[in-house]
Nanobody
Framework: QVQLVESGGGLVQAGGSLRLSCAAS????????MGWFRQAPGKEREFVAA????????YYANSIQGRFVISRDNAKNTIYLQMNSLRPEDTAVYYC??????????????WGQGTQVTVSS
């Protein structure tokens, strides 16, 4: 079992930045691919970014490419999502997840509770 706890969400103006963190309980954290997903009101959950087990391969959705950066620190069992140049359409609940294949959302087995990000115009 892997428990995931997100933090760092909040309210920010358009053009601003936020850094999300996700702390994992698993001793085998480094054996999991990790990802960030988001769900806006009335929309389906969508993929945002992912990292391979070692952090050497990174994956991004087209909608956030060049604005968001995912990273992981296996020594701290934590992943991060640095979000820059935020837009109102980035408003959503952001979830971190642990899984097997970074680029394939269906392979994610463990999910956090989510953290709200709201971007005002």
């Amino acid at each position: 079992q892997v428990q995931l706890v997100e933090s760092g969400g909040g309210l920010v103006q358009a053009g601003g930045s936020l850094r999300l963190s996700c702390a994992a309980s698993a001793r085998t954290f480094s054996s999991y691919a990790m990802g960030w997903f988001r769900q806006a009101p009335g929309k389906e959950r969508e993929f945002v970014a992912a990292t391979s087990r070692g952090g050497d391969s990174l994956y991004y959705a087209n909608s956030i490419q060049g604005r968001f950066v995912i990273s992981r620190d296996n020594a701290k069992n934590t992943i991060y999502l640095q979000m820059n140049s935020l837009r109102p359409e980035d408003t959503a609940v952001y979830y971190c997840a642990a899984g097997r294949v970074p680029g394939i959302p269906i392979t994610y087995d463990y999910w956090g509770q989510g953290t709200q990000v709201t971007v005002s115009s």
